[in-house]
């Protein structure tokens, strides 16, 4: 069974702190993504991976950075969380191939306060 | 640039009743699109692909590439097909997913 794991399924940090959310996938995946859910705005892509140390600016950036040191492993980095990055962050994992399905993991719900 | 338009946010129909949630996409190279469902407190799951023409619980989705449009299709609607359902677009030499702003379906008894 593929497994995308993200370490926290709820976290509430206060205004100004460094956070970090990780995701782990056991398929041997080339693609990492980070997206936040929001009402009303979907799902708006952060940044992705399609390699061990690349990464590549999404739609929304600003605000956060990542790091993917290794394959299986993708961190989101809140440098300095603010109440507007209260969202679900969504991981998801992919082939580099063409027409292949993301496997998504389950959420986390990132509370600033 | 908006990539991928889902220009409902919320759709209500009836049991039985045929459903069709829209998608349209820009991108001027041959696109990769896919449709996700996610279900009350479950993972964002894949729907179906239009490379696969399939039907997947009664869904369809045909790319009309002049009116750039993969809409979602189902003749007759199920309680249990009630979800959010996005579309997206694979695209870029680096493979960048991108997904429209989603479209909450109800289907009432």
């Known amino acids: 069974d593929v497994k995308v794991t993200q370490s926290s399924r709820y976290l509430v940090k206060r205004t100004g702190e460094k956070v970090f959310l990780e995701c782990v996938q056991d398929?041997?995946?080339?693609?990492m993504f980070w997206y936040r859910q929001d009402p009303g705005l979907g799902l708006r892509l952060i940044y992705f991976?399609?390699?061990?140390?690349?990464?590549e600016k999404g739609d929304i950036p600003e605000g956060y950075s990542v790091s993917r040191e290794k394959k299986e492993r993708f961190s989101l980095i809140l440098e300095s969380a603010s109440t507007n990055q209260t969202s679900m962050y969504l991981c998801a994992s992919s082939l580099l191939a063409g027409n292949t399905e993301a496997f998504f993991g389950q959420g986390t719900r990132l509370t600033v306060v | 640039a908006q990539r991928v338009t889902q220009p409902e946010k919320l759709l209500s129909v009836f049991k039985g009743a045929p459903v069709e949630l829209k998608c349209n996409y820009s991108y001027s190279g041959s696109p990769e699109l896919f449709w996700y469902v996610q279900y009350s407190r479950q993972r964002l799951q894949l729907l179906l692909r239009h490379i696969s023409r399939e039907s997947i619980k009664g869904f369809t989705a045909d790319l009309n590439k002049g009116e750039t449009s993969f809409h979602l299709k189902k003749p007759f609607a199920q309680e249990e097909d009630s979800a959010m359902y996005y579309c997206?677009?694979?695209?870029?030499?680096?493979?960048?997913?991108?997904f429209g702003s989603g479209t909450q379906l109800t289907v009432l008894p």
């Open positions: 991976s399609y390699d061990v140390k690349m990464k």
């Open positions: 398929m041997d995946h080339e693609n």
């Open positions: 997206a677009l694979f695209w870029g030499s680096a493979r960048q997913l991108t």
